[in-house]
C-alpha cells in the first residue's frame, strides 16, 4: 500500500495531472493521459520510458501503422 500523503503529491511526468493507485494490480494510472506506471516494492516507478499506454491507445496506434 502507497502511503496517501506520497500520493497525494505525485504527479504524472508528462503532463502533471494525479495519479490513481490500483494496490491489486500495483499500479499508477494518470488521469489525464491514462500513462500506466508501475509500482514495485511499493516504489512508484515513474520513469517516462517505463510508462505503458492504456491497451486501446496501444491497439490504435498499430493499426495506424498498419495502414501506413
Do not use: G, W
Given at each position: 500500500?502507497?502511503?496517501?500523503?506520497l500520493?497525494?503529491?505525485?504527479?504524472?511526468?508528462?503532463?502533471?495531472?494525479?495519479?490513481?493507485?490500483?494496490?491489486?494490480?500495483?499500479?499508477?494510472?494518470?488521469?489525464?493521459?491514462?500513462?500506466?506506471?508501475?509500482?514495485?516494492?511499493?516504489?512508484?516507478?515513474?520513469?517516462?520510458?517505463?510508462?505503458?499506454?492504456?491497451?486501446?491507445?496501444?491497439?490504435?496506434d498499430?493499426r495506424?501503422?498498419?495502414?501506413?
Amino acid at each position: 500500500m502507497l502511503d496517501p500523503d506520497l500520493l497525494s503529491i505525485m504527479a504524472c511526468p508528462f503532463d502533471h495531472a494525479a495519479l490513481n493507485y490500483t494496490a491489486h494490480s500495483q499500479q499508477l494510472t494518470c488521469d489525464q493521459c491514462a500513462r500506466i506506471f508501475e509500482v514495485r516494492d511499493q516504489i512508484p516507478v515513474l520513469i517516462p520510458e517505463m510508462a505503458r499506454q492504456p491497451r486501446e491507445a496501444v491497439r490504435l496506434d498499430r493499426r495506424h501503422k498498419d495502414h501506413a
